[in-house]
């Protein structure tokens, strides 16, 4: 069964671009002209994936993905303008899995989809596989609810920042740089971004850190990434 892909923009050039390639690769499209009308088929219609453009009539981008972020995991990519940098930034703090610039090559929107879409499988079929339950003192990763508990509370964490806090915690005690996360989180090649890696962090780390100054499980190692701290155990 091909997934099932929603297009949430408002220029129908682009939208005819991305309807026709995503089809010719055997997606699925439904599109949405405005925000409004994105956030309710996002919701009643339930797409694998989103692509959800930034500046939108009757509501934008980034509270369409506010809100969605409310009552949904699918995965979301963001096309966001070329020349404001702000934009990319405020969509992955509102929960976006990822951005794609304006304009875009075809080829980076496919390969990204594609990304995204396997990754979602791939996790699947990793925590039907592994089905655990991983303990760092108060902090509890269930991999087969999809849940982190800390202190006996479930932290609402999106499906990308509890693959981030999984991915690490499985590997406790090694440094990973944030090309590598974007490899085997995001589950693609580096593009030429790491700010998408450093916002899932510093997104996650509120989540899940008691204390801001003084950080227990997911550390920095300066100069090199990210890792999760293995004495916590």
């Not at 980034?62 to 979301?76: A, E, G, H, S, Y």
């Not at 999106?158 to 090309?179: D, I, M, P, Y």
């Not at 693609?188 to 780390?205: A, L």
């Amino acid at each position: 069964m091909s997934a099932k892909i929603l297009i949430v923009d408002d220029e129908p050039n682009i939208v005819d671009i991305l309807k026709a390639n995503l089809e010719r690769e055997g997606y699925t499209t439904i599109t949405a002209s405005d925000g409004a009308m994105g956030l309710e088929m996002g919701i009643s219609m339930k797409p694998d994936l989103i692509l959800l453009d930034c500046m939108l009539p009757r509501m934008d981008g980034f509270d369409v993905c506010r809100k969605l972020r409310l009552q949904t995991n699918i995965p979301i990519l963001m096309l966001t303008a070329k020349s404001e940098e702000i934009d990319k930034v405020l969509g992955l703090e509102l929960g976006a899995d990822d951005y794609i610039t304006k304009p875009f090559s075809v080829r980076e929107v496919l390969a990204r989809v594609k990304a995204q879409l396997r990754r979602m499988s791939l996790a699947e079929n990793e925590l039907s596989d592994n089905s655990k339950v991983l303990s760092f003192g108060e902090l509890e990763i269930d991999t087969d609810a999809y849940q982190v508990r800390l202190g006996g509370k479930v932290l609402e964490l999106t499906l990308r920042e509890f693959e981030l806090v999984r991915f690490l915690a499985q590997n406790a005690g090694q440094v990973f740089s944030r090309e590598t996360l974007l490899e085997k989180v995001w589950g693609y090649e580096y593009y030429g971004d790491v700010r998408t890696v450093d916002v899932t962090v510093r997104r996650t780390r509120e989540k899940l850190e008691p204390d801001q100054s003084n950080y227990r499980y997911i550390l920095t190692k300066r100069g090199v990434g990210y890792y999760f701290d293995k004495s916590q155990a």
